[in-house]
């Protein structure tokens, strides 16, 4: 194993004053001094990384949680496993870095397969796999797939899958510790889970589609953060739903000027097939909010326009409960996954207009116009009982990289689930 020890002195030498790295025969120094250090840290981990280490060892002084946490983002890769030995004594905080370690892996892993092998029901029995290898106790779950969503009316998955050959599928997950079957559910989860995104009849270019297959992340964020809440000891009962499907183009495929009737009455003109995310999302939270939980969080790769206005360091985050969104943004900061609330009032319902029903999926113009992000959360907001819940938004601007870049490996980042754990929490 390469031994990779900490200085908070600035490098002066051989591989160059100010250097993030310097190596040794058996190892490497990371110099860390300057302005964010954990930037600095994460960015000379993707230095050894891209070096050719596979294995690490994290020795000597200096190494808080923080510090090993954000050598970890910098040194997965996207191709191959990576072997690092803690720093970190203490059993507790071992247990912490395994555990957010565990949780973060499984989200590159199915994030980052292919979407010939990763498409509506698989992501659906991988996420139960998952959940059960920690919990599997108080997990149980309910799977609806094909036609059969639209007999109990989820017409939003079953009209943005419908044209794939494989069917799109509605996963509920049951985390119940209390043994009670008549607990009150304390939180329940949303998440998009696009498993390949081809805009539909709103066709993307290739450039905009070749990455599609990071379209399910909302559904991996959160499945991943139900499970590292359990690992650190969530005890209140919680629901997660999964919306998932293929976006695909066929004789029977959905199309723009068809009109949606949803389970509470809410009717929807599609005018843009590739603001299918929403659709989809939309069934999640009315089934949300028939559970009756206090909390709903939703999590999606819903906007690039969330991208444009936040870029890929932080996530977007919107809700009509202003503390519930201070306090997600004060938590983003405790586990260093920034967040970045934008735009959300009662009046952006009214921002995709249709002369048709009762709103619009998106507006007609490129990227759903001005302020699409924002728009988009609106569309959400028609759909959750936020006089009974608490909501928030994730549009999950920072959860997968199309190329690597000086900090992150190419691919999904993992970033949003500690976020959403710590809410849970």
Request: one cysteine or more.
């Amino acid at each position: 194993m390469l031994r990779i020890t900490l200085s908070s002195e600035a490098y002066t030498g051989a591989w160059g004053d100010n250097s993030l790295v310097a190596f040794q025969n058996d190892g490497a120094t990371l110099h860390y001094a300057g302005d964010y250090p954990l930037r600095r840290i994460q960015q000379a981990a993707r230095t050894i990384q891209a070096q050719g280490a596979t294995q690490v060892s994290l020795e000597g002084e200096g190494w808080s949680y923080e510090r090993q946490w954000a050598f970890y983002c910098g040194f997965a890769a996207t191709n191959k496993a990576v072997e690092i030995k803690w720093a970190s004594i203490d059993e507790d905080e071992l247990e912490l870095l395994n555990a957010r370690r565990r949780s973060a892996d499984w989200v590159r892993k199915v994030v980052n397969a292919t979407p010939e092998d990763m498409y509506p029901e698989k992501l659906a029995h991988d996420a139960i796999a998952f959940l059960n290898q920690i919990d599997g106790d108080n997990i149980s779950h309910e799977l609806v797939v094909g036609d059969a969503l639209l007999e109990q009316g989820w017409i939003g998955t079953h009209s943005v899958g419908r044209a794939s050959s494989r069917p799109p599928v509605m996963l509920t997950i049951d985390f119940n510790p209390t043994a009670d079957p008549n607990a009150p559910v304390a939180a329940c989860l949303v998440g998009k889970g696009i498993t390949f995104d081809s805009g539909g009849y709103s066709i993307k270019p290739s450039a905009g589609m070749v990455t599609m297959k990071c379209d399910m992340g909302g559904a991996a964020t959160v499945t991943a953060a139900l499970g590292y809440a359990i690992e650190q000891g969530l005890s209140q009962r919680v629901k997660l739903i999964l919306c998932c499907a293929e976006n695909l183009i066929a004789g029977n495929a959905y199309k723009l000027g068809d009109v949606l009737t949803y389970k509470n009455g809410v009717s929807v003109e599609v005018v843009n097939t590739d603001a299918e995310g929403r659709l989809v999302l939309a069934d999640g939270l009315i089934a949300a909010s028939e559970t009756k939980a206090p909390l709903i969080i939703d999590a999606a790769t819903l906007t690039g326009a969330a991208m444009m206005a936040v870029g890929s360091d932080y996530n977007a985050i919107f809700g009509l409960d202003k503390a519930l969104l201070q306090k997600a943004q004060q938590l983003s900061e405790l586990v260093n996954e920034p967040a970045w609330p934008l735009p959300l009032e009662k009046w952006h319902q009214g921002q995709c207009p249709s002369h048709y029903a009762d709103t619009a999926n998106s507006r007609v113009q490129k990227g759903g116009g001005m302020g699409g992000a924002s728009n988009a959360a609106g569309f959400l907001s028609r759909f959750v009982e936020t006089e009974t819940a608490s909501w928030i938004h994730f549009d999950l601007a920072a959860c997968f990289n199309d190329s690597p870049n000086a900090r992150w490996a190419a691919g999904a980042t993992g970033l949003g689930v500690a976020n959403i754990a710590a809410l849970l929490l």
